[in-house]
């Protein structure tokens, strides 16, 4: 069953657009969703960086450090952040 194709992978990455703005334009985003889904963390490697994301519209939403989250935001808090590799 399936599209007749099957591959087993050890690591998955999904692709998209990711786009880093200032904290000011960061929070317009939170504003133009009802409950807006929220991830925090920090980066590893030898410089690491406080990032807070979102989605929206398909892509992702990135701001250096922390922000003021709305009340009804659905945070999660990640032990260590990948952008990818």
């Not at 250096?64 to 260590?80: D, H, M, T």
Request: glycine fraction near 12%; aromatic fraction near 6%; charged fraction near 25%.
């Amino acid at each position: 069953m399936g599209c007749g194709m099957a591959v087993d992978a050890n690591r998955v990455i999904a692709g998209g657009v990711l786009v880093f703005v200032e904290p000011e334009d960061f929070k317009k985003f939170l504003e133009l969703k009802k409950s807006p889904l929220v991830i925090t963390g920090e980066t590893g490697g030898f410089k690491k960086a406080k990032l807070t994301m979102t989605v929206y519209d398909g892509a992702v939403i990135i701001t250096r450090g922390e922000v003021e989250l709305p009340e009804k935001a659905i945070v999660i808090r990640a032990k260590n952040l990948s952008l990818g590799k």
